[in-house]
C-alpha cells in the first residue's frame, strides 16, 4: 500500500522556517514526479512546489519563489520541502504528492499525504 506521510508543520512567527519532509513508500519513487501542495482557508489546493524525476529544473509557484526549496532524496524515498522567510498568508495545510504527469491539477497528481499544519503568526 502507496502511503505519503508528511512532517515538520507546526507555529512559525512571520519571518522564520520550517522544512516538511515526506517519506513515500514507492516501489518506483525514482520514476515519479513529487510535489507540494497547499490549502489555505476557504480556497482551492495549489500546486507551490515540484521536483521532477528528470531532475530537471523544479517548479515553483511565484507566491513561494525565492522562499521556498523543494528537494529529493531517492535513496531515502524523501522530499523536502524548505520555507523561509515565511508570511502569514503562507498559513496553510502542505500536502505532499505523487505523480507521473505533473501539472497544477491536484486531480493529475496520483498518490496524496494526509496534509500537515502550517501556522504563521503576525
Known amino acids: 500500500q502507496v502511503q505519503l506521510v508528511e512532517s515538520g508543520g507546526g507555529l512559525v512567527q512571520a519571518g522564520g522556517s520550517l522544512r516538511l519532509s515526506c517519506a513515500a513508500s514507492l516501489r518506483d519513487f525514482i520514476n515519479y514526479n513529487m510535489g507540494w501542495f497547499r490549502q489555505r482557508p476557504g480556497q482551492e489546493r495549489e500546486l507551490i512546489a515540484a521536483?521532477?524525476?528528470?531532475?530537471?529544473?523544479?517548479h515553483y509557484a511565484d507566491s513561494v519563489k525565492g522562499r521556498f526549496t523543494v528537494s529529493r532524496d531517492n535513496a531515502k524515498n524523501t522530499v523536502l520541502l524548505q520555507m523561509d522567510s515565511l508570511q502569514h498568508e503562507d498559513t496553510a495545510v502542505y500536502y505532499c504528492?505523487?505523480?507521473?504527469?505533473?501539472?497544477?491539477?491536484?486531480?493529475?497528481?496520483?498518490?496524496w499525504g494526509q496534509g500537515t499544519q502550517v501556522t504563521v503568526s503576525t
Open positions: 504528492a505523487a505523480g507521473m504527469d505533473w501539472n497544477d491539477d491536484p486531480r493529475e497528481w496520483r498518490f
Open positions: 521536483k521532477m524525476w528528470t531532475g530537471s529544473r523544479p
